[in-house]
């Protein structure tokens, strides 16, 4: 069983920052691929970035690469994601989700999820 908070979320101004984060319990922590993915309402949830268990491999969706960063550190079991060149379009609640393996794009590969925390990004 994996628990997972994220915390970091808040208001920006276009062309800003923001570092979301990601905390688990459990005691095999780097045994679990993490994504990140985002929703607004009325859509589906997207995918934004994953990374494996190891922090060796990292995958983004398109639109973020080159402006978010993500990474880990197992010895505090937290995930980060730093946002940088913030744009109004990426205004969503953002998750962190948990599965034993790698990460992958596909949020109904994941089995363990947080309560999110909302980004707002302004003009």
């Known amino acids: 069983q994996v628990q997972l908070l994220e915390s970091g979320g808040g208001l920006a101004q276009a062309g800003g920052s923001l570092r979301l984060s990601c905390a688990a319990s459990?005691?095999?922590?780097?045994?679990?691929?993490i994504g990140w993915f985002r929703q607004v309402p009325g859509k589906e949830r997207e995918f934004v970035a994953a990374?494996?268990?190891?922090?060796?491999?990292?995958l983004y969706e398109n639109s973020v690469k080159g402006r978010f960063t993500i990474s880990r550190d197992n010895a505090q079991n937290t995930v980060a994601l730093q946002m940088n060149i913030l744009k109004p379009e990426d205004s969503a609640l953002y998750y962190c989700a948990a599965r034993k393996g790698g990460g992958t794009l596909y949020a109904h590969e994941y089995n363990y999820w947080g309560q999110g925390t909302q980004v707002t990004v302004s003009p």
């Open positions: 459990g005691r095999t922590f780097s045994s679990y691929g």
């Open positions: 990374i494996s268990g190891s922090g060796s491999i990292t």
